[in-house]
């Protein structure tokens, strides 16, 4: 059994990302939503991540950096949810194809090849990931601005800075995180830095 550890958490910060080579053209903006590299969850923190979220078959959970699509394929064909994947990296995004279909959940889930950061996630009512620290503050006032209130947001490792989360538990040695999106948000956005 993979167990969350520094280690782990030590390879996704110093682990060159997707884009790597291409880092040198880009802006610093760019930069940080792009360079979470792969590492893998843990099934048994997928899980948890699905668990702490109460996802069900009414779920439409949207997975941020999908790598192999265990979070999309896992709240499928254990919860019946439907689910989007989004990879940046398209190798990332056949391989979860593939996966859904030896899973037989291809009817429920739909994998994108695209930025997070420039999909429409509107339609998501859980929001999954497993980000850099950077990458989750990045994100926070799109989430905040496009999610309908009470969409849940779950985290594996990191957190969101400023906002607290509402259950933070441990599985295997990972943390996972939980937010509820409120409907309104001005307070937790006031101590944030403002979207670019
Ligand atoms: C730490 S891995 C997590 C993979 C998977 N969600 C899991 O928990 O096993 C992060 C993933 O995010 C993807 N990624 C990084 N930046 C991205 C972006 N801006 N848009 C879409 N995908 C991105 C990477 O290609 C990588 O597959």
Redesign the pocket.
């Given at each position: 059994m993979i167990k969350c550890s520094p280690r782990l958490v030590l390879i996704?910060f110093l682990l060159p990302?997707?884009a790597a080579p291409s880092i040198f053209s880009q802006t610093e903006t760019e930069l940080v939503?792009?360079?979470?590299?792969?590492?893998?969850?843990p099934q048994e923190v997928?899980s948890a991540m699905l668990e702490l979220a109460h996802v069900t078959s009414e779920d439409t959970v949207y997975?941020?950096?999908?790598?192999?699509g265990?979070?999309a394929i896992a709240a499928a064909r254990d919860y019946g949810a439907h689910a989007v994947g989004?990879?940046?990296?398209p190798d990332?995004v056949r391989e979860s194809m593939e996966n859904a279909s030896k899973a037989g959940v291809t009817g429920l889930v739909e994998f994108v090849q695209?930025?997070?950061?420039d999909a429409d996630l509107s339609h998501a009512t859980v929001v999954?990931?497993?980000?850099l620290p950077e990458?989750n503050r990045e994100l926070l006032p799109k989430l905040l601005r496009v999610l309908k209130p009470g969409t849940r947001i779950v985290s594996?490792a990191f957190d969101f800075g400023g906002w607290k989360p509402e259950q933070a538990v441990v599985v295997s040695g990972c943390k996972v995180f939980l937010w509820t999106v409120p409907a309104n948000t001005t307070d937790i956005l006031a101590h944030h830095p403002k979207e670019r």
């Open positions: 996704l990302g997707p939503r792009i360079n979470t590299p792969y590492v893998q969850t997928v997975d941020l950096g999908c790598g192999d265990r979070i989004i990879d940046i990296n990332r695209k930025d997070f950061f999954a990931f497993y980000l990458v594996h």
